[in-house]
């Protein structure tokens, strides 16, 4: 089975704080992407990342950036956390030839206060 | 950009046969549709995935009409377990289109 791990499942920041979230598969995918969940929003793409230090934006990337330094190693980063990055934070990757069979991670928990 | 319409939430009672529609009358040639799966306090779970026709695994059946506009999700006897959020999901990453996972079903089965 794919592991995804998230680095956290709960964290609290301080607003202005630089955030780091860490995604890590042991399934040797090229694709890797971070997700925000927020109730009545559903789940929205923020980046993506098909191979080693590439990243494409994904809906909401403001306020966002992202880091691939090795393929099994995914970085979310909020570079000033604000109150409105609250959110549930869903790291996916995807090997497959058909190219949307995700698997997700537990998911990280960020309160910005 | 193929976006995807869902009813927000649908009730049913343990042991019926329930269909889950999504639009997506943007869908392009390339794209699959593939649903997804969610608990409380967990990630989405890939359940099946189709480009056209029907498709049926252990799980589930997806049924695609011709002009692919939309799709139906069917789960046989439904049990309380299978209370979860599903996510209807068109896209293909090889074209640069990117995934909309929307806001999804909430189903409830209820005793």
């Known amino acids: 089975d794919v592991k995804v791990t998230q680095s956290s499942r709960y964290l609290v920041k301080r607003t202005g704080e630089k955030v780091f979230l860490e995604c890590v598969q042991d399934?040797?995918?090229?694709?890797m992407f971070w997700y925000r969940q927020d109730p009545g929003l559903g789940l929205r793409l923020i980046y993506f990342?098909?191979?080693?230090?590439?990243?494409e934006k994904g809906d909401i990337p403001e306020g966002y950036s992202v880091s691939r330094e090795k393929k099994e190693r995914f970085s979310l980063i909020l570079e000033s956390a604000s109150t409105n990055q609250t959110s549930m934070y869903l790291c996916?990757?995807?090997?497959?030839?058909?190219?949307?069979?995700?698997?997700f991670g537990p998911g990280t928990r960020l309160t910005v206060t | 950009l193929a976006k995807t319409t869902q009813p927000i939430s649908m009730d049913s009672y343990e042991g019926q046969e329930v269909n889950i529609t999504c639009s997506h009358n943007?869908?392009?040639?390339?794209?699959?549709i593939t649903w997804y799966q969610q608990f409380p306090s967990q990630g989405p779970r890939f359940i099946i995935q189709?480009?056209?026709t029907k498709v049926t695994n252990e799980v589930a059946s997806l049924f695609i009409p011709a002009d692919r506009k939309s799709s139906t999700l069917s789960l046989p006897r439904v049990s309380l377990s299978d209370t979860a959020v599903y996510y209807c999901?068109?896209?293909?990453?090889?074209?640069?289109?990117?995934?909309?996972f929307g806001t999804g079903t909430s189903l409830t089965v209820i005793p």
């Open positions: 996916a990757t995807e090997g497959g030839w058909s190219l949307v069979k995700q698997y």
């Open positions: 399934m040797d995918h090229e694709n």
């Open positions: 990342s098909y191979d080693v230090k590439m990243k």
């Open positions: 943007n869908i392009a040639t390339n794209d699959y």
């Open positions: 189709g480009y056209k």
């Open positions: 999901l068109v896209g293909d990453i090889s074209t640069g289109n990117q995934f909309y």
